[in-house]
C-alpha cells in the first residue's frame, strides 16, 4: 500500500520510491513493482533526457484501486 501512496502523489523513480519506502529492501521493492507491473496497477517508461531514467506511474485500474 505504501507503494500505491507514493505514486498516488506522482509519477516516482525507482530511488525515489526506495527513499520514500524507509526500511523497505531494494529487492522487495523491486519484486513488488514487478508484481504490481503485472498485475497492470502500475507500468513503468523510459523517460528522454534531462530525466534518462524509468519511471513508475499508475494506471488508471491502479488508481482507482482495481488492478482489472
Known sequence: MLIFR???IMPCRYTDLLDGLPGVASN????????????GVVTSRK?????????????????EGNPH
Not at 522487495?28 to 508484481?35: E, G, N, S, T
Request: no cysteine.
Open 6 to 8: 507514493e505514486l498516488l
Open 47 to 63: 523517460e528522454p533526457p534531462p530525466i534518462a531514467t524509468t519511471v513508475y506511474r499508475l494506471t488508471e485500474p491502479g488508481r
Open 28 to 39: 522487495m521493492l523491486a519484486d513488488r513493482l514487478r508484481k504490481l507491473t503485472e498485475a
